[in-house]
C-alpha cells in the first residue's frame, strides 16, 4: 500500500513530467499535502521512497524556468480532487481539455475560487481585528 505523501510525490514527478512533453517551462504546483511541499523546498525526506521520488522531482524543476509548488488547504483544492477522480475512472492515460472545460470542472473552479476569496477575506478581517 502507497502512503499518502508518496502518491502526492508520484503525482507531482508524473505532472512535471508531463509538462516537460508538452514543453511547458513555467508551472504552479499546488498540494494540499504540507509534508511533501516541505520535503520538495527543504529538498529532504526521511525515507527511502521519498527520497528517490524527490531525487526525480528536483531534477525535473532543474530543467524547468520557472516552477511554483505551494501548499493549499484540501478546501481550496476541490478541482484537484476532482480531476483525481476523473483520471482515475477514466479509461485514458491523459485527457487534455483544449477547447473547453467541462462543465463539471466549471463548477469545481468555481467553488475553489469562492473559498480561496471567502478564506484570504476571512483572514484579512481577522488580522485587522487584531491591528485595532
Known amino acids: 500500500m502507497v502512503s499518502n505523501i508518496t502518491a502526492k510525490l508520484q503525482a507531482i514527478r508524473d505532472g512535471l513530467m508531463l509538462v516537460l512533453k508538452m514543453g511547458i517551462n513555467n508551472i504552479h504546483i499546488e498540494s494540499d499535502s504540507l509534508t511533501a511541499v516541505q520535503m520538495i523546498h527543504r529538498k529532504e525526506a526521511a525515507r527511502m521512497v521519498h527520497r528517490a521520488l524527490l531525487r526525480d522531482i528536483l531534477k525535473l524543476v532543474s530543467q524547468m524556468e520557472n516552477v511554483w509548488i505551494q501548499f493549499s488547504f484540501r478546501e481550496s483544492n476541490h478541482s484537484a ?14 485527457n487534455i481539455f483544449l477547447d473547453f472545460l467541462p462543465t463539471w470542472l466549471m463548477e469545481s473552479l468555481a467553488h475553489d475560487v469562492n473559498s480561496v476569496l471567502t478564506r484570504t477575506s476571512t483572514c484579512v478581517v481577522i488580522s485587522e481585528l487584531l491591528h485595532l
Open 81 to 94: 480532487n476532482k480531476l483525481a477522480t476523473f483520471g482515475k475512472n477514466n479509461p485514458y492515460m491523459y
